[in-house]
């Protein structure tokens, strides 16, 4: 499949290794943010959400963490795996039900 | 259960030429979603329907892009005519009524490269 991005950031990581993705968000008034996957080729597919009345929320190998104070938003996974291979994006809702996306990093996993 | 069909994958054009992309969401689903995903960047959203009506259409560059979702289940999204910075991968979502954010389900999308 062709390329999500040629010039996205990119983050490198060993097999195993716990990975940790940032994203800086623009509008203090977003309530409600989501990261998705996007493997080449496929559309984006959904990981972890938090409201902004959170400061942490778990899932599967997968941790959200939420700072309002500096709109930072970080994605951590544990253990990851070369099926995690893939450009990760932020999204924040900040009107009505619209997402709006962050710029995406890359994230490549060495066996 | 299938998911959000979307085709042409891929499609040549030649600026000033015109465009059609298709999406079938997924069965009852009473949302879709356009959105346009330059390389590089994340998905921008074009356009939001509830079944056959418009939501949200304020970041579409209507003189030239339009799309319709007549009997509110498929959509398809026409560019005429179209430009180089309209190069993208254009993707379809849908998401049942009265749902949240993140039940947004999205397609492979539709790579439109024009020269």
């Known amino acids: 499949g062709e390329s999500v991005g040629l010039h996205l950031p990119t983050l490198s990581v060993q097999e195993g290794d716990n990975s940790i993705i940032n994203c800086a968000y623009s509008?203090?008034?977003?309530?409600?943010f989501i990261w998705y996957k996007q493997e080449s080729g496929k559309g984006p597919q959904f990981i972890i959400d938090i409201r902004s009345n959170m400061d942490k929320r778990q899932g599967q190998r997968v941790t959200v963490l939420l700072n309002k104070t500096v709109k930072h938003l970080s994605l951590q996974i544990a253990a990851t795996q070369p099926g995690d291979s893939a450009v990760y994006f932020c999204a924040e809702n900040n009107a009505g039900n619209m997402l709006t996306f962050g710029g995406g990093t890359r994230l490549m996993v060495k066996p | 259960e299938a998911g959000v069909a979307q085709s042409p994958r891929y499609k040549i054009i030649e600026k000033r030429q015109s465009v059609a992309f298709w999406c079938n969401p997924i069965s009852g689903h009473a949302t879709l979603y356009w959105y346009q995903q330059i390389l590089g960047q994340g998905p921008k959203l074009l356009i939001q329907?509830?079944?056959?009506?418009?939501?949200?259409d304020s970041q579409l560059p209507k003189d030239r892009f339009s799309a319709e979702r007549l009997k509110g289940v498929d959509s398809t999204l026409k560019i005429q005519p179209a430009k180089l910075e309209d190069s993208a991968v254009y993707l379809c979502?849908?998401?049942?009524?009265?749902?949240?954010?993140?039940?947004?389900?999205f397609g492979p999308g539709t790579r439109l490269t024009v020269t």
């Open positions: 329907f509830q079944n056959n009506g418009v939501v949200d």
């Open positions: 979502a849908s998401s049942p009524s009265g749902s949240t954010l993140s039940e947004q389900y």
């Open positions: 509008n203090s008034a977003s309530d409600y």
